[in-house]
Nanobody
């Protein structure tokens, strides 16, 4: 069993930054890669970024060069650093490992 808890969302102006955290618990969590997904109102959930348990990363084209995914294995936490935020980044952001999902954290980019 894995539990994922996201935090760090909020309201930010265009061009601003936020850092999301995904704290994982469960002994098997460390075996999994982790992904960040997002879902905007009226849209399907989409992949934002992934990181394997050995540190390989992958990004959606829409966030390349602006977002950075990283992990702290000692804390069993995965981060998503989001810079140069745009209104179209507004969504609920979810953390995922295998079949497990967090509850989501709202990110709103607006002036």
């Amino acid at each position: 069993q894995v539990q994922l808890v996201e935090s760090g969302g909020g309201l930010v102006q265009p061009g601003g930054s936020l850092r999301l955290s995904c704290a994982a618990s469960g002994s098997i969590s460390r075996l999994y890669g982790t992904g960040w997904y997002r879902q905007a109102p009226g849209k399907q959930r989409e992949l934002v970024a992934t990181i394997t348990n050995s540190g390989w990363t992958n990004y959606a084209d829409s966030v390349k060069g602006r977002f950075t995914i990283s992990r702290d294995n000692a804390k069993n936490t995965v981060y998503l650093q989001m810079n140069s935020l745009k209104p179209e980044d507004t969504a609920v952001y979810y953390c995922n490992q295998a079949q497990y999902w967090g509850q989501g954290t709202q990110v709103t980019v607006s002036s």
